[in-house]
């Protein structure tokens, strides 16, 4: 005895699966726009935990995170200084070790700008006094954070895929 397959197709079921497929995109488009969101809220706390390890938590509350609903772009940034010399390096010891990839508003960053050298130079303290330094080598908390989070986009989107395409999926 012959076995034999048979699809049917109709109207009916081309627009069944047409409205399958749109439900399927609609939902993963909405699985992707929430990965976004919640990698940059993951990324904001990635940042946080190394400023804390690396001991500069008095400066954290001036990083912040945002997620435009329009544009579907998450971003987290700081506009603190410390935070920035921190990340990048100052001086005569972050020439010796600079940031390992410096986003493009920061390629032409200046390490040495005063050709302290190894003297180093005196600074105002947020207590009146003056502290000595030969400057910060590069910690890099929000490059490390973004490395970190590049190795894990790819599970956190598939969670949030399922969630929103659920028995799509």
Not at 68 to 80: A, F, L, P, S
Request: proline share 3%; charged share 25%; aromatic share 14%.
């Amino acid at each position: 005895m012959k076995t034999v397959l048979t699809m049917e197709l109709s109207k009916k079921s081309l627009e069944e699966a047409k409205k399958f497929l749109n439900r399927y995109r609609d939902a993963y488009s909405k699985g992707v726009d929430n990965a976004v969101k919640y990698a940059t809220e993951v990324l904001y706390n990635k940042v946080l935990e190394y400023c804390y390890a690396e001991g500069i938590s008095e400066h954290t509350s001036q990083i912040n995170w945002s997620y435009d609903k329009n544009t579907k772009v998450g971003r987290v940034w700081t506009n603190d200084m410390v935070i920035i010399f921190n990340e990048m390096g100052t001086g005569i010891v972050g020439s010796n070790s600079p940031h390992p990839s410096p986003n493009s508003q920061f390629k032409s960053w200046q390490y040495d700008v005063n050709e302290h050298g190894e003297k180093g130079w005196k600074y105002p303290k947020s207590d009146g006094t003056f502290g000595w330094t030969r400057g910060l080598p590069s910690r890099h908390m929000f490059f490390s954070a973004f490395e970190d989070i590049k190795a894990e986009i790819g599970s956190i989107v598939d969670v949030e895929i399922r969630k929103t395409v659920g028995d799509l999926y």
